[in-house]
């Protein structure tokens, strides 16, 4: 008779894995955040902060418009096609990433449209220069088309982290060439812009080949023919893309949003200075990000092939290390937040501290909740992640036009900050609930079970 694996031995496994998963994400991320720093420094110091201002709220239009366009499609390859990477059912998986890739290509049309009518008919309300209208436009087309969700899904169900790190590694590194050699050949907005284009679309065409070689068995234009069988396969997920739509949109509000608040409210330069206290605060809070997407995949697994005890252990300590992390980052900001600023962006980027403050508190609750989601989302209750995400978004909202008028830039960071710890609050409360009735379900699914065998 085979032996089964102890519990502990399984459950080290699986927090084995996601960690594994992590640090090569961590190198990865590492090595393009040393790249992201110091092309950072030469946009700012070339650019000054009125056109840094400039481009701040160019890539924060685009990043909202992906955001929304893409649909998060790699969300939904990761929550069905583990299953199907399980059973190794390549069929219904090479459908399931067709109907991603199929989704992404609307979103990238649809993304066009809002793009046109941001910048052609609300460009005003921005405060961009007029004479960079047409560049911003074009910027965001290319990013529409450079979106990488679908791809970027097959390789984290495949469990291929590995091959993710290599391939986003293009970006950093084609971002700091470009700086360096736009910089030495005379630097302007418009030649950042046009290379930050160019080397997403690169990224794009590198993730599609990579899902191909990795799983050529469904990785096919042949599945094309049939993208609507996802439909049959998977059961439930067109309510499940729905959702997480709604949720990537009220994420893209809660993250861009702000920024292009302040553009609005406060004007470009403040814009320029948030723009740079919010990347120095993502950077330094990027672990939120990395152990996302490594928890998303194992716990979707998990929740397919580990029993109900694994998959809660895997939940507690993903959430014990997440809150480790957040207080190190806030810790950070506290003690060398103005001289990080102004290392970077020199003099008159120092005065963004309080800024990076805020962000970096609201990040650090982003960071603790990370393992809420996943959960969620594993268990069918998407639906709650996306009531939190909503909450969140509304304090979020309230909080900015609440503290933006006595304190400007810093008034909507803080606003963000507010956010965050409504997020945090509204999905743990959920998780924990959720949990809380999973393992009723399992105590009386036991019993009946024991009834059963006795009678």
Excluded at 416 to 434: I, N, Q, R, T
Aim: aromatic content about 10%.
């Amino acid at each position: 008779m085979k032996r089964k694996r102890p519990a502990a031995v399984e459950d080290r496994s699986l927090l084995g894995r996601m960690l594994a998963n992590l640090g090569w994400l961590i190198g990865g991320k590492g090595f393009g955040a040393i790249c992201s720093l110091i092309y950072l420094a030469i946009l700012t110091r070339t650019l000054g902060l009125k056109d840094f201002g400039h481009f701040s709220l160019i890539f924060g239009t685009s990043q909202a418009l992906i955001a929304v366009a893409g649909f998060q499609t790699w969300r939904v390859v990761v929550r069905f096609g583990a299953e199907h990477v399980h059973h190794k059912n390549w069929e219904a998986f090479g459908r399931l990433g067709m109907l991603a890739g199929v989704l992404d290509v609307c979103g990238a049309l649809v993304g066009c449209g809002i793009a046109y009518l941001a910048f052609f008919q609300f460009a005003g309300a921005l405060g961009l220069n007029p004479e960079l209208i047409d560049l911003a436009f074009w910027f965001n087309v290319a990013s529409l088309w450079a979106l990488v969700s679908a791809p970027t899904g097959i390789v984290r169900a495949l469990d291929r982290f590995d091959v993710a790190v290599y391939v986003e590694a293009i970006v950093p590194l084609g971002r700091l060439l470009a700086a360096l050699a736009i910089w030495l050949t005379g630097p302007s907005l418009t030649r950042f812009l046009i290379a930050w284009a160019a080397i997403d679309i690169l990224e794009a065409l590198l993730y599609w080949i990579m899902a191909r070689r990795l799983c050529p068995q469904a990785i096919r234009l042949s599945h094309l023919k049939d993208f609507t069988g996802a439909l049959r396969d998977n059961p439930g997920v067109i309510r499940f893309f729905f959702i997480t739509f709604c949720s990537a949109t009220l994420e893209a509000a809660y993250r861009n949003g702000p920024l292009l608040a302040v553009g609005y409210l406060v004007g470009t330069r403040a814009a320029g200075l948030y723009r740079l206290a919010q990347q120095l605060a993502q950077g330094l809070a990027k672990l939120s990000t990395l152990l996302a997407r490594a928890a998303y995949a194992e716990i979707a697994r998990a929740r397919v092939a580990s029993k109900l005890d694994e998959f809660r252990k895997l939940i507690r300590q993903t959430s014990v290390l997440a809150g480790a992390g957040s207080a190190i980052v806030v810790l950070i900001v506290l003690v060398a937040g103005g001289l990080l600023l102004e290392i970077l962006g020199g003099e008159q980027f120092a005065a963004g501290k309080p800024i990076l403050i805020a962000l970096v508190v609201g990040a650090s609750f982003e960071l603790a909740s990370v393992a809420f989601e996943p959960m969620l989302d594993s268990t069918g209750r998407a639906k709650l992640s996306l009531t939190a995400r909503a909450l969140a978004v509304a304090a979020t909202a309230a909080g900015v036009f609440a503290f933006a008028t006595s304190g400007g830039a810093e008034g909507v960071a803080w606003g963000v900050a507010l956010g965050g710890a409504v997020h945090y609050l509204a999905m743990g409360g959920m998780a924990w609930l959720v949990l809380r009735s999973l393992v009723r379900a399992d105590r009386r699914e036991s019993e009946m079970v024991q009834r059963g065998g006795n009678a």
